[in-house]
């Protein structure tokens, strides 16, 4: 069983600064990446930005620029700094690790959603 415990959401306004952090917890063997997704109402859930173990990135579009993703491996917590915020931000933002773990001696994959945090960023 893993656990995801995220924080850092809330209210903010535009141009403003938040800082989302998702600690991972459970029966992991190890972390391949940990990302971060947000939906918004009437959206379907998009990714925001990833990070692999060995520390490649990948972020939307939207974001490049202002939102940037880090990790701290030790403490299996993946960040997300998210800088000139705008409206079009406003979300809620998921965490996503994808990770392995053993079972009977068998090694496999899993992906795993925390709860969701919501970030609202007001005009």
């Known amino acids: 069983q893993v656990q995801l415990v995220e924080s850092g959401g809330g209210l903010v306004q535009a141009g403003g600064s938040l800082r989302l952090s998702c600690a991972a917890s459970?029966?992991?063997?190890?972390?391949?990446?940990m990302g971060w997704y947000r939906q918004a109402p009437g959206k379907q859930r998009e990714l925001v930005a990833q990070i692999t173990s060995g520390g490649s990135t990948n972020y939307a579009d939207s974001v490049k620029g202002r939102f940037t993703i880090s990790r701290d491996n030790a403490k299996n917590t993946v960040y997300l700094q998210m800088n000139s915020l705008n409206p079009e931000d406003t979300a809620v933002y998921y965490c996503?690790?994808?990770?392995?773990?053993?079972?009977?001696?068998?090694?496999?994959?899993?992906?795993?959603w925390g709860q969701g945090t919501q970030v609202t960023v007001s005009s």
């Open positions: 459970g029966n992991i063997l190890s972390i391949k990446a």
């Open positions: 996503n690790v994808i990770y392995t773990f053993r079972v009977f001696g068998v090694q496999r994959e899993n992906n795993y």
